[in-house]
């Protein structure tokens, strides 16, 4: 929902476009981009100004940045994102897990949040017991789909605005750099929030931004 959200160790603005808030960019400036991806993108567990998005717009200071990362969003919903956020350009940060077809949160409950750490280890022990790390095809039954997830960046990435940055540590993510011109491979930020959460801390939105 639109305003100040605050959790227990970082605070996140929504816009009134349904956006997190980029801090330090050009509201009105002539250049529009859009970033698109998951909750890496979107920046959880970290607050607004330290996300990588900001990170990028403090060193393009004539460029508007929209940060429409979503949690738990996979290579559709991106395409979804693409397609209903204007913009002149678009950077799409791809995570492995833009494969899946189903999300872990379906085991929660509707008023249980997926951020606390008792919940994030809740959410480890299900992912090592029921899906696999990787793919999905030996472990667990978390459903990947290779066929939609190369489909989904054949439209999004087929474009010639879109860049694209693949984490050099997936498969998947270094085969789409190999397949398309307009995505680079990066390292792997070097560190995440805690050993439950995999999402990167605040060193980790600067490795990622430095790379971007």
């Not at 969003?73 to 956020?85: F, H, N």
């Not at 498969?171 to 560190?191: G, L, Q, W």
Request: glycine share 6%; net charge negative.
């Amino acid at each position: 929902k639109t305003g100040e959200h605050y959790f227990h160790y970082y605070t996140m603005t929504i816009d009134d476009e349904g956006y997190r808030v980029v801090p330090d960019t050009k509201l009105d400036a002539d250049c529009t981009i859009a970033m698109i991806g998951d909750s890496v993108t979107m920046g959880i567990g970290v607050d607004d100004a330290e996300t990588w998005v900001n990170l990028v717009a403090k060193e393009f200071p004539d460029v508007r940045f929209i940060n429409t990362g979503r949690s738990d969003y996979a290579v559709e919903d991106v395409y979804q994102l693409k397609m209903t956020t204007p913009a002149d350009g678009y950077v799409w940060l791809m995570i492995e897990n833009d494969i899946f077809d189903e999300y872990i949160f379906r085991y929660l409950a509707p008023n249980q949040n997926p951020y606390l750490p008792a919940t994030r280890l809740y959410l480890e022990r299900l992912r090592k017991t029921l899906m696999p790390a990787e793919r999905g095809d030996d472990e667990g039954h978390r459903e990947t789909n290779l066929d939609n997830y190369w489909d989904f960046s054949e439209r999004i990435l087929a474009h010639d605005n879109v860049l694209g940055f693949a984490f050099e540590r997936g498969a998947v993510s270094k085969e789409t750099a190999e397949r398309y011109a307009n995505v680079i491979a990066i390292p792997h930020f070097k560190e995440s929030i805690s050993v439950v959460d995999f999402h990167p801390s605040v060193v980790g939105h600067q490795n990622i931004a430095a790379s971007v």
